[in-house]
């Protein structure tokens, strides 16, 4: 049914059509669609449980679809069979009441962990599961379950599942869905270590991050079988919340970092020789103006103190651009005190002991010789701060050689709570690039992050942060 054109109706019938729509948050012709539907759909229902007694397998759950919540944002949760589906029941409650509407699709293998009836009765509405429902598919019902809506989210991701989606199967509702969508995906991973470390997974996830699809967690912890841990725990559903409005773009109401003030420093500094040369990195700044945008999408007062670089000042952010690593470290100081602290710059190590006013020239009889001092620790400085120091203090650790032992130590050695360590080696194209691959150590663990976008990072990084603040297990 491409196009529906309401003619000929009474005013009465043409009001009381108006109301319904308004009160369900459509479209008239979209409310007359759904009423012929669903008239159209009582003789399929009474085929279908006649085919019921005959042994034929059918889905139903008889609820009214949501309407859309506040904003008229809409999610659609895709739940895997892993026995983490039991925490997506909690993330329907937490995606609707921070105002968006949820469908549903439970795979062939979640409903042997959680029921239809369950998730049907946290959403509000009906539960899809069979691509072959005759009800839905009078009108191909699962392009519309691709298209009516915001997001989709898939939690938990199985690697069965992500195995599908990397190879662009479509034999059940859920993978037709994600074949036939064009809105954002974000997929929330959880499995068994031995299966998320696998080859097979890792290229899926290539295959995913390439093909525009975002990845939240998955965590490091225990596993539900008898002794096994490591990194494959879904993410909790207040990270995967976080992570999903930085697409569903809510602005106001109940955010995870709504309320609390955050502090990102991004980009190199330039410490000046003469007045026009200078000691500088390659950093872009990318990273941690993609952070500084994350965090505001979720709510968050954030102060942005920026070193030298090209990108537009992030909307919604209070900027601050410095030069040297003196300002830098005066700026952040001024900024505190602050819930969050994310130390993304590439502060340069030293500075030139006398900066020349002049330019210096070149000389028969050799080359000048530069005296270095050690610049201030911006990290370190605000990390050990006696009074005013964030409740989570985030380094950064950008190395060429033995990553994880290099950041671990620098995490012991700056005193800050985290540290997001990644690969800046000639080839890695991280410098300046738009992906990164990132791994966050704490005092605990070590979780190795798929390759993806410096957005999507970024996204998952105030995710994780929203979580620690409300008191989630990290």
């Excluded at 085929?47 to 809409?74: F, H, I, V, W």
């Excluded at 109401?253 to 020789?273: C, F, K, M, Y």
């Excluded at 030293?350 to 990290?379: C, F, M, Y």
Aim: glycine fraction near 10%.
């Amino acid at each position: 049914m491409a196009s529906l054109t309401i003619r000929k109706l009474d005013d009465a019938l043409k009001k009381r059509l108006r109301l319904r729509a308004a009160q369900n948050g459509r479209s008239m012709e979209d409310e007359a669609r759904t009423i012929l539907r669903r008239a159209a759909g009582e003789d399929v229902r009474a085929e279908a449980q006649a085919g019921k007694r005959r042994g034929a397998r059918r889905s139903t759950t008889e609820q009214p679809e949501p309407a859309p919540g506040a904003g008229g944002k809409r999610a659609l949760l895709i739940i895997g069979g892993g026995i983490a589906a039991y925490k997506s029941l909690d993330l329907i409650r937490r995606l609707r009441e921070r105002g968006a509407a949820v469908r549903c699709i439970l795979t062939a293998a979640a409903q042997q962990f959680i029921t239809p009836l369950a998730a049907g009765a946290l959403a509000g509405g009906r539960v899809f599961t069979d691509l072959f429902d005759a009800a839905t598919e009078l009108d191909v019902g699962h392009i519309r379950l691709a298209r009516e809506t915001d997001l989709v989210i898939v939690a938990p991701a199985t690697a069965d599942l992500m195995a599908k989606m990397a190879g662009g199967h479509a034999d059940d509702l859920a993978t037709a869905v994600l074949l036939a969508t064009d809105r954002p995906v974000l997929i929330a991973p959880a499995m068994n270590p031995h299966m998320w470390e696998h080859a097979a997974t890792r290229r899926n996830l290539v295959q995913l991050a390439a093909d525009g699809v975002s990845v939240i967690g998955p965590n490091a912890g225990e596993m539900a079988e008898a002794g096994e841990a490591g990194t494959g725990r879904m993410a909790e559903p207040l990270e995967i919340v976080a992570a999903a409005w930085t697409f569903l773009g809510v602005a106001g109401g109940d955010q995870v970092l709504a309320g609390a003030r955050v502090v990102v420093t991004s980009g190199p500094t330039h410490e000046p020789i003469d007045p026009v040369r200078y000691i500088a990195n390659r950093s872009s700044g990318k990273q941690g103006h993609a952070i500084a945008a994350a965090a505001a999408a979720a709510g968050a007062e954030v102060t942005l103190v920026s070193g030298p670089v090209t990108l537009p000042d992030p909307v919604g952010v209070r900027t601050i651009r410095v030069e040297t690593a003196q300002d830098m470290l005066a700026a952040v100081t001024k900024a505190l005190p602050a819930d969050v602290g994310v130390f993304a710059a590439a502060v340069a190590d030293w500075r030139v002991e006398k900066p020349t006013a002049s330019k210096i020239k070149k000389q028969d009889g050799g080359t000048p010789k530069l005296g270095l001092v050690e610049n201030p620790d911006i990290l370190a400085t605000v990390a050990r701060r006696n009074s005013g120091r964030p409740k989570l203090v985030v380094g950064f650790a950008a190395e060429t050689d033995h990553l994880i032992e290099h950041a671990r130590e620098k995490l012991k050695r700056k005193g800050c709570d985290w540290i997001v360590a990644n690969d800046v080696s000639a080839g890695s194209g991280v410098m300046g690039g738009d992906r990164n691959t990132v791994h966050l150590v704490t005092a605990d663990s070590v979780e190795s992050w798929p390759p993806q976008s410096k957005e999507a990072v970024a996204r998952a990084l105030v995710a994780r942060i929203g979580a620690a603040l409300a008191g989630a297990p990290r």
